[in-house]
């Protein structure tokens, strides 16, 4: 962020952060995120993914405001401007 601040992800939350980056207007369902995470998304455990999320989120509070809003029942959306740093 502007103030410097970074963050340390799992493999698992940088996978969830490409899927937001490469998502047109940043927002993924939550089948594309399961499907990126390597799962089946009928057999997977959706609670899985919302504790992934919450993890996440608080993750990126002090960074700012809370960019991932949840789209009622469809997916996720990423609400501000995303670029993923690699290395």
């Given at each position: 962020?502007?103030?410097?601040?970074?963050?340390?992800?799992?493999?698992?939350?940088?996978t969830?952060?490409r899927?937001?980056?490469?998502?047109?207007?940043?927002f993924?369902?939550r089948?594309?995120?399961?499907?990126?995470l390597?799962?089946?998304?009928?057999?997977y455990?959706?609670?899985?993914?919302e504790?992934?999320?919450?993890?996440l989120?608080?993750?990126?509070?002090?960074?700012?405001?809370n960019?991932i809003?949840?789209?009622?029942?469809?997916?996720?959306?990423?609400?501000?401007?995303?670029?993923?740093?690699c290395?």
């Amino acid at each position: 962020g502007p103030s410097g601040k970074t963050q340390t992800l799992t493999l698992q939350e940088v996978t969830v952060m490409r899927v937001f980056a490469q998502a047109s207007e940043h927002f993924a369902t939550r089948r594309s995120l399961i499907e990126a995470l390597g799962h089946d998304y009928l057999a997977y455990d959706e609670q899985r993914l919302e504790a992934m999320i919450s993890r996440l989120r608080k993750k990126i509070a002090p960074l700012g405001d809370n960019p991932i809003k949840a789209a009622h029942g469809r997916g996720y959306v990423f609400t501000q401007t995303l670029k993923i740093n690699c290395g």
